[in-house]
């Protein structure tokens, strides 16, 4: 293979409210269309609505009985609902992935000429996390994170429409606007835990709108794309 990208996919693309099996067979398509160019990418799947919903559930259904239920047991209702996320992508991929969700991140995770497809992996972070720490894992220096919004903005686009996209900022700066500590629940662009190993690492990450797979395609193969660059 030529190129290796990890591909953090947000769940909200993939499961919102149930299942988009002609979103996740179009990612399919083009993942496979890239490994035949010598491009392989990775995919880390978040649990979107199914892993909310499935943790205010489970709060729910601890309240006046059992106080003791924590975070961390909240979050592993959210890890097994990025997993059946990814069994979707893994369906779609056949013979052209490994056919196991790795349970962690270390160089294993992948086999040579094989998309990986996973999820979380432990309480207390997101699958941004999980993405970049591949990354970190197969030394892999591109991620892509494709989200729910264009790219990466000072604020929260969704709240403070108007303001400008910036196309292209440093570690730091989006160290400054996701800030240091991750919070369950919390609704950043990327989980501040990755963005930390993106600096540490010197991981080059694009963020841009998932649901445009024509403009992801472009991003991967280098032909200019709508979207952020950190580096
Ligand atoms: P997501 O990565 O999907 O979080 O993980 P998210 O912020 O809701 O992102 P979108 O909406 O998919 O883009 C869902 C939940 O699963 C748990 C956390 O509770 C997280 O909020 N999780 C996920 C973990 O605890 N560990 C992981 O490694 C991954």
Redesign the pocket.
């Known amino acids: 293979m030529n190129k290796t990208f990890v591909l953090s996919v947000?769940?909200?693309?993939v499961a919102t409210p149930g299942p988009q099996v002609e979103f996740v067979k179009k990612v399919a398509e083009m993942l496979i269309r890239l490994k035949e160019k010598g491009i392989l990418c990775h995919v880390v799947?978040?649990?979107?609505r199914p892993?909310?919903d499935y943790?205010a559930a489970k709060r729910a259904c601890a309240e006046g009985l059992n106080p003791d239920l924590t975070?961390?047991e909240?979050?592993?209702?959210?890890?097994l609902?990025?997993r059946m996320n990814a069994h979707l992508l893994l369906a779609a991929l056949g013979k052209h992935a490994r056919q196991s969700i790795p349970t962690d991140t270390t160089p294993d995770a992948v086999s040579p000429g094989l998309i990986t497809v996973m999820?979380?992996?432990?309480?207390?972070?997101?699958?941004?996390?999980?993405s970049v720490k591949l990354a970190r894992a197969i030394q892999c220096k591109n991620v892509i994170n494709a989200?729910?919004v264009p790219g990466v903005y000072e604020k929260d686009p969704r709240k403070n429409p108007g303001l400008p996209m910036l196309e292209k900022i440093s570690h730091d700066q989006l160290i400054g606007i996701v800030g240091t500590t991750f919070t369950?629940?919390?609704?950043t662009v990327i989980?501040p835990i990755a963005a930390q190993i993106l600096k540490e690492d010197a991981i080059t990450c694009y963020v841009l709108d998932g649901s445009n797979l024509d403009n992801m395609e472009k991003c991967i193969l280098g032909e200019g794309f709508h979207g952020t660059t950190i580096a």
């Open positions: 947000g769940g909200s693309l799947i978040g649990g979107g892993a909310r943790i975070n961390a909240c979050d592993e209702c959210g890890i609902a990025t999820g979380g992996t432990i309480p207390g972070q997101s699958t941004d996390a999980v989200t729910n369950p629940g919390m609704c989980d």
